[in-house]
């Protein structure tokens, strides 16, 4: 098992590590940032990165406040998972600069409510793309979500999360109204379980994607809907040869946000629920209302990484144009 070690830092040679970027040993190749009204996603499965080497290369691409970080987590596994998010992170900016910035010389910040951007250093010959980014990670899958010039929030869930409280007590605590009438309609529990995770899972995504924190956006003051074509009622089908669902925000506080906003949803590596939540560009207008466009990638940095969009890794449920 790999053990975080200060020693193990410090044993790096660094000046080695930097020779090698970009080489043809460490295959971070430029990729184009996403166009309007689209979203990039990366995820990392833990499981996959077992090599200790690989593993301390990571740890050299991190802030000496984020080594401090993940070293003071308890337990490897929580250590591994930091470390994978903040490498993946990383890893993915840097790759959309076109070799301009160095994964390891990234700077970034928090806004007022902690939710992290980037902190671009600023060149006269060079303007950095206007990226925006959102993490999220569960024990067995790390993601991390892009957009150009429109926040974003991403959310992760397993899909056989078990929840400890009955799920109606629990969604009356957290849901709307309407939320709450669409589950208890719902018979199977298998079911109402399922459809509880996608509603919780596109729920948090969308406070994420605000940046305000959830105390300044509390699950019960908003609903989500999702329509399907046919029925025009709230329908969470995983069947990909049904039509995909339309999804969107309704506020029921003084912000009416139901128009800016965008959602996709979709089931991830067999294993997940994934929702992603973006601001429409202002310059979309009206086409706002087509589906997100979404490009899906597994990655191992450094190592690997694959487009799984259109395959079995990705199957869409709403709001979805891969």
Not at 269 to 292: D, F, L, Q, R, T
Request: with cysteine; net charge positive; charged share 25%.
């Amino acid at each position: 098992m790999f053990l975080f070690r200060r020693r193990a830092f410090l044993r790096m040679n660094i000046h080695g590590l930097q020779s090698n970027f970009c080489s043809a040993h460490s295959p971070l190749l430029p990729v184009q940032p996403p166009s309007r009204m689209e979203s990039h996603l990366w995820y990392v499965l833990p499981e996959e990165v077992k090599s200790e080497s690989l593993l301390n290369r990571y740890s050299e691409l991190l802030s000496p406040s984020e080594k401090d970080n993940v070293l003071g987590m308890r337990g490897e596994e929580l250590k591994k998972r930091a470390l994978l998010a903040r490498a993946l992170v990383r890893t993915t900016i840097s790759r959309y600069t076109n070799h301009r910035v160095d994964p390891r010389s990234l700077k970034f910040k928090k806004n007022n409510h902690g939710k992290p951007e980037v902190e671009w250093q600023i060149a006269d010959d060079w303007q950095p793309p206007p990226l925006h980014f959102n993490i999220s990670h569960t024990s067995t899958l790390i993601a991390c979500g892009v957009t150009v010039d429109s926040p974003i929030g991403i959310d992760v869930e397993d899909k056989q999360r078990k929840l400890k409280n009955h799920i109606l007590a629990f969604a009356r605590r957290y849901f709307s109204s309407h939320e709450v009438e669409h589950l208890t309609s719902i018979s199977d529990i298998e079911i109402q379980r399922q459809q509880f995770i996608k509603l919780w899972t596109l729920k948090e995504a969308y406070v994420k994607a605000l940046g305000k924190g959830f105390s300044s956006a509390p699950f019960k003051t908003f609903t989500i809907r999702v329509r399907d074509a046919a029925k025009r009622g709230l329908h969470l089908s995983g069947d990909i040869d049904s039509e995909i669902s339309e999804i969107s925000v309704e506020s029921l506080g003084s912000m009416n946000l139901t128009t800016n906003w965008q959602f996709s949803l979709l089931e991830l590596a067999g294993s997940h629920y994934a929702a992603i939540c973006m601001e429409k560009h202002k310059a979309v207008g009206e086409k706002g209302n087509a589906p997100m466009k979404l490009t899906v990638r597994r990655a191992i940095p450094f190592v690997e990484d694959e487009c799984v969009t259109g395959t079995d890794a990705v199957l869409p449920i709403g709001g979805l144009n891969c």
